[in-house]
């Protein structure tokens, strides 16, 4: 095909677009008249404003990213993010999701899946067709030129979608059943965050009525993150995704803080069988026997009898708040035996005697009701009722770092982010959890065992996609191995994925990065980068502020984002001496970041200040300094002034790296 066939076709495509966008339009106008009733009318309308918010985007973007030719009857598709059909209906272009596109991403020499030539497109910001470019299937091929264009594009603002770019592995991974769990153990760079979110898109296309039920969940490991990564979605077309941190999702209101040693403490695995313990110290066996009156009569049932049924229901294991109200309708039953050998009672007579006072204040006494929060708070704030629930599973110390100094109320107690965990554990013993469809757990490797069942409560009956580094563990309770937090997930059986080849990290800031991974205690694959390009830079300098105000100066000279990266006790220098040197820092270009707050972000430049600092600031520092280093995609300055750590040490000076 001819470029000016090419450019037809494009302009024909825009055409079909806009003869689409009109169409949804008058869809708009008329839908309350076609809809049965109020909330159908507004669903469909809310519905299809959305499409056409969608549709009313296209024009200003690629229709399309790449082309298939097959070889049998001269087959031809073009693939984009949405489908595009003509006036007959008849498709265009074809959604990337649909399942003859995942030839696009896996046709290859040794398997061609019919494919004869795969067509990728160049385009410029203004959505201007730049050229293409050909891959004859079944000969020799390297990396696509366009495909590593766009992967070492300057990155400014939000995370972009990659399905221009998905790799075979990325691929395979995108396309996993719904019904499969998986876990992909991702180097930095390797795209294991755009994978996830690309399967969610993709579930979303092919089980959306499944998973509309059960709705699809997102958490990341902070705010920041989440605003990160919160256009890739929409950019899919899909918007009913939830995205939260799991402290949003459990609404902690945290308002106070552990001290080190309670937090560990508290996000152990044991808490799980103290807070059980705890939980149902509140029941009692039954002690006298029960007396309903009824009318004339006086219903009564043995304290035995009574006894069988508690001892019943606790065997049975079901939920503490479904298991109160088994032994209600039991008791109700024994009563109705025996009332009916006078009468024949019906179902407003069940219903009476199951809420009457008697059977009330039996169930109180024997099995009463339970406030998730009161329990977490009576038992943190009782030393006897602790030391009861913990006894053989933690020890005096880690019983006394959890211990309130005085008892609270569970409405004036201050929470900490620990505690809402607990409180949630509690409520789902009381009352199962409502569950997703479908949970993409980014950055896990740094989730709790506590964290982890809160998630696995959520995901009982749904699949999970785990995402994560174990040698970017930050938190003082992060994994060293996948199959441990598996199993807290609910999900042991669920396989291991390694992506090793980076295609966002230079390989001289990932063989920096790498000296560190011998010290970090996890059994990680060598990461490996696609990318020759990049610019490393080590230089001491007495003065950090200075240094890092030049380093910024310098990078403002080049294409993309910067990223100044320090503890949070070293930024407000920085930011002052920024500030004098009259560069703003908290927009697109520059930003000033705690190291906390790095974890998934990518930057063009990233300006490390005084690794030391960061590796002393907290207990797994030298995880954080890695994760600080393979923030940088194309160019990485490290600044220092005391010495650098053992691990960066070398007889070799970096510098610009071609």
């Given amino acids: 095909m001819r470029v000016e066939d090419e450019l037809e076709y494009l302009a024909a495509t825009r055409r079909a677009l806009a003869r689409m966008l009109d169409t949804a339009r008058v869809r708009v106008d008329t839908g309350d008249a076609i809809a049965g009733d109020g909330y159908s009318a507004e669903t469909l309308g809310r519905m299809l404003r959305r499409h056409v918010k969608d549709l009313a985007e296209e024009p200003s973007s690629p229709p399309y990213f790449g082309r298939l030719d097959f070889a049998v009857e001269e087959e031809r598709y073009y693939i984009g993010r949405r489908h595009v059909t003509d006036a007959a209906g008849l498709p265009m272009v074809l959604d990337w999701r649909a399942p003859i596109c995942r030839a696009f991403y896996r046709a290859s020499a040794r398997d061609p899946m019919g494919v004869a030539v795969r067509r990728r497109y160049g385009w410029d910001p203004a ?161 006298e026997p029960l007396v309903v009156p009824d009318g004339s009569y006086r219903w009564r049932v043995s304290v035995e009898a009574l006894r069988r049924v508690v001892a019943d229901v606790r065997r049975e294991a079901l939920a503490y708040g479904m298991g109160r109200e088994r032994v209600r309708a039991r008791v109700v039953a024994l009563l109705q035996r025996r009332a009916e050998t006078v009468d024949t009672p019906g179902a407003v007579w069940v219903r009476r005697m199951s809420h009457c006072r008697a059977v009330n204040g039996f169930l109180d006494a024997v099995w009463p009701k339970a406030r998730p929060a009161e329990v977490v708070a009576r038992l943190l704030g009782d030393r006897a009722a602790l030391a009861a629930a913990a006894d053989g599973l933690l020890t005096e110390a880690e019983q006394a770092v959890i211990a309130w100094l005085r008892p609270r109320r569970a409405r004036s107690a201050r929470w900490t982010a620990a505690d809402a965990v607990l409180i949630d554990e509690v409520a789902g013993l009381v009352e199962h959890a409502p569950g997703f469809g479908h949970i993409i757990v980014d950055e896990a490797q740094d989730l709790s065992p506590m964290q982890c069942r809160a998630v696995a409560r959520r995901s009982a009956h749904g699949s999970l996609t785990v995402l994560g580094d174990l040698a970017q563990g930050t938190t003082p309770w992060a994994a060293r191995s996948w199959p441990e937090l598996l199993a807290h997930l609910g999900k042991p059986a669920t396989p291991v994925v390694p992506l090793t080849t980076g295609f966002r990290v230079p390989a001289a800031v990932l063989t920096l990065a790498n000296r560190l991974v011998p010290a970090l205690g996890v059994d990680v694959p060598p990461a490996v980068s696609l990318r020759r390009d990049g610019d490393l830079r080590i230089q001491e300098a007495p003065d950090l502020a200075a240094a890092a105000v030049a380093a910024v100066r310098a990078a403002l000279a080049q294409a993309g984002s910067t990223a100044v990266i320090g503890t949070a006790d070293r930024l407000p220098s920085i930011a002052a001496a920024l500030a004098a040197a009259g560069i703003e820092a908290g927009g697109e270009r520059v930003t000033l970041l705690p190291t906390g707050l790095a974890k998934g972000l990518e930057y063009d430049h990233v300006i490390a200040v005084e690794p030391a600092e960061i590796v002393e600031a907290e207990p797994r520092g030298l995880h954080r300094l890695y994760v600080v280093l393979t923030r940088a995609v194309s160019r990485l300055d490290v600044l220092h002034s005391r010495p650098l750590p053992d691990q960066l040490r070398s007889s070799h000076t970096f510098r610009s790296v071609p």
């Avoid at 366009?146 to 594009?153: D, F, M, Q, S």
């Avoid at 690309?198 to 902070?222: C, E, S």
């Avoid at 929409?234 to 945290?254: C, I």
Wanted: hydrophobic fraction near 40%; aromatic fraction near 4%; proline fraction near 4%.
């Fill in 127 to 287: 959505g201007r067709l730049t050229g293409y470019e050909d891959e004859r299937i079944g000969q020799a091929a390297g990396l696509s030129r366009l495909v590593a264009e766009e992967i070492e594009r300057p990155r400014v603002g939000p995370m972009r979608d990659i399905v221009a770019t998905i790799q075979p592995d990325q691929d395979l991974l995108v396309r996993a059943d719904v019904d499969e769990s998986v876990c992909v153990q991702g180097a930095p760079g390797t795209g294991k965050t755009a994978v996830g979110l690309h399967r969610a898109a993709y579930l979303l296309y092919t089980h959306r009525q499944r998973l509309r039920r059960g709705g699809v969940l997102v958490l990341g490991p902070n705010r920041e993150f989440l605003r990160y990564i919160s256009a890739v979605l929409p950019a899919l077309g899909e918007v009913n995704v939830r995205q939260s941190t799991l402290d949003d999702l459990l609404d902690t209101g945290a308002d106070a803080v552990d001290t080190g040693a309670a937090a560990a403490v508290k996000h152990d695995a044991r808490m799980a069988q103290v807070l059980r313990r705890a939980l149902y110290a509140n029941l009692a066996e039954p002690s």
